[in-house]
């Protein structure tokens, strides 16, 4: 029985994504080789990477904008140092939504300056700092969009004078918003994308080759792009298998279609939490995240029953995140509404057994 996924990341993926992606493994456009053993400067990789990168920039509507988009290794937590290389001269600001953005913080300190313009550690990152100001003398404001491990997402995003920079990996392409309001964003694939082993950057050119510092080569956006994102051996079967699913997605609609079926899970999902008297939501209504819905039970000796009936229903990756325990239902793209329609009839369940 295929079961309901919603883990937090590595994460699901639509199902003819997995299928056209397995049989590349075997055998790539029947060419008698495996996608993952063909030279990545061979023609056909090329092309998948080229396609790749073309996508990105289709469904973000940023074409004819000045932006480019690059495949890298190394996580998102490799661009927590990145961004600071490539944009950090004098001072950063950031905004600490929770433990992600707090590694961020950490990683660009190590570069130079760094102010935290705002936080919602007071209350353990269960909402969105709101009505801050932002200084006009930074390099950079760098903001996270969605807090995957708090259930927390930013619903508007501030109005700046600097460069706008976002993590974006838990909520990247769920949603139709202008995305020329950010100067980079970046997002690991292993969420909303494809698998774990490439991180999605997406850079307005103009904003580099500002600093003064000598970057190492493969920390250089610049480099990058002048390769064509092939600077070094790029991570051939994540990027082959992002591209799988942003051409899965632009065949449903693109991001406002998404958007529409990402609502109508987290409507679904939020309506029990509040419904239902043996749960309660961690985050502040105002900001709860559509991507990862974090809850817990009121009274913790039900939690080996629920447990047992998940377990039995076929539903997986509910876990809260170890730091914070509790539950979390992460509803990427790929989740479909049936799932989730599922999780809610086990928590109707557990009430009318309670």
Same mark, same amino acid.
């Given at each position: 029985?295929?079961? %309901?996924?919603? =883990?937090?990341?590595? @994460? +699901?993926?639509?199902?003819?994504?997995?299928?056209?992606? =397995?049989?590349?493994? +075997?055998?790539?456009?029947?060419?008698?080789? /495996?996608?993952?053993?063909?030279? %990545?400067?061979?023609?056909?990789?090329?092309?998948?990477?080229?396609?790749?990168?073309?996508?990105?920039?289709?469904?973000? *509507?940023?074409? *004819?904008?000045?932006?480019k988009a690059l495949f890298l290794q190394g996580g998102a937590s490799t661009q927590f140092l990145m961004t600071a290389m490539?944009?950090?001269?004098?001072?950063?600001?950031?905004?600490?939504?929770?433990?992600? /953005?707090?590694?961020?913080?950490?990683? $660009?300190?190590? &570069?130079?300056?760094?102010?935290?313009?705002?936080s919602s550690s007071d209350a353990n990152f269960n909402y969105i700092p709101k009505g801050f100001e932002v200084p006009s003398?930074?390099?950079?404001? %760098?903001?996270?969009?969605?807090?995957?491990? #708090? *259930?927390?997402?930013?619903?508007?995003?501030?109005?700046?004078?600097?460069?706008? &920079?976002?993590?974006? @990996? @838990?909520?990247?392409?769920?949603?139709?918003?202008?995305?020329?309001?950010?100067?980079?964003?970046?997002?690991?694939?292993?969420?909303?994308?494809?698998?774990?082993?490439?991180?999605?950057?997406?850079?307005?050119?103009?904003?580099?080759?500002? &600093?003064?510092?000598?970057?190492?080569?493969?920390?250089?956006?610049?480099? %990058? +792009?002048?390769?064509? =994102?092939?600077?070094?051996?790029?991570?051939?079967? $994540?990027?082959?298998?992002?591209?799988?699913?942003?051409?899965?997605?632009?065949?449903?609609?693109?991001?406002?279609?998404?958007?529409?079926?990402?609502?109508?899970? !987290?409507?679904?999902?939020? /309506?029990?939490?509040?419904?239902?008297?043996?749960?309660?939501? #961690?985050?502040?209504?105002?900001?709860?995240?559509?991507?990862? !819905?974090?809850?817990?039970?009121?009274?913790?000796?039900?939690?080996?029953?629920?447990?047992?009936?998940?377990?039995?229903?076929?539903?997986?990756g509910v876990n809260g995140h170890r730091s914070v325990g509790g539950y979390r239902a992460s509803m990427y793209n790929a989740?479909?509404?049936?799932?989730?329609?599922?999780?809610?009839?086990?928590?109707?369940?557990?009430?009318?057994?309670?």
């Open positions: 029985m295929k079961k %309901h996924n919603f =883990s937090a990341g590595p @994460s +699901i993926l639509p199902q003819e994504v997995l299928q056209q992606a =397995s049989q590349a493994v +075997i055998d790539y456009n029947n060419e008698g080789l /495996s996608l993952i053993e063909i030279s %990545h400067r061979s023609k056909a990789f090329v092309d998948i990477m080229e396609q790749a990168r073309a996508l990105v920039i289709e469904l973000l *509507g940023l074409e *004819g904008k000045g932006y490539n944009l950090l001269e004098t001072k950063a600001g950031y905004v600490n939504t929770g433990a992600w /953005s707090g590694k961020a913080i950490k990683e $660009a300190q190590k &570069v130079g300056n760094i102010v935290e313009i705002a003398d930074l390099d950079y404001l %760098h903001i996270t969009s969605n807090n995957t491990i #708090f *259930g927390t997402q930013f619903k508007s995003f501030p109005t700046t004078s600097v460069p706008l &920079v976002c993590d974006m @990996s @838990s909520d990247i392409f769920s949603r139709a918003i202008d995305y020329s309001k950010f100067d980079l964003i970046y997002a690991g694939a292993q969420k909303n994308m494809g698998p774990a082993g490439t991180t999605l950057v997406v850079v307005k050119e103009d904003i580099l080759g500002k &600093v003064t510092r000598n970057i190492p080569s493969i920390l250089d956006y610049q480099k %990058h +792009i002048g390769a064509g =994102s092939m600077f070094n051996t790029p991570p051939v079967f $994540a990027v082959y298998t992002s591209m799988l699913t942003l051409e899965w997605l632009k065949k449903e609609g693109g991001l406002e279609a998404i958007e529409k079926e990402n609502e109508k899970k !987290a409507t679904l999902m939020y /309506s029990e939490i509040d419904l239902n008297p043996l749960f309660k939501g #961690f985050a502040a209504t105002e900001d709860r995240s559509p991507m990862n !819905a974090t809850f817990n039970l009121v009274n913790e000796n039900l939690k080996e029953t629920f447990d047992t009936m998940l377990k039995e229903a076929g539903i997986s989740l479909p509404l049936a799932s989730v329609q599922a999780l809610v009839e086990v928590m109707s369940e557990l009430e009318n057994k309670a």
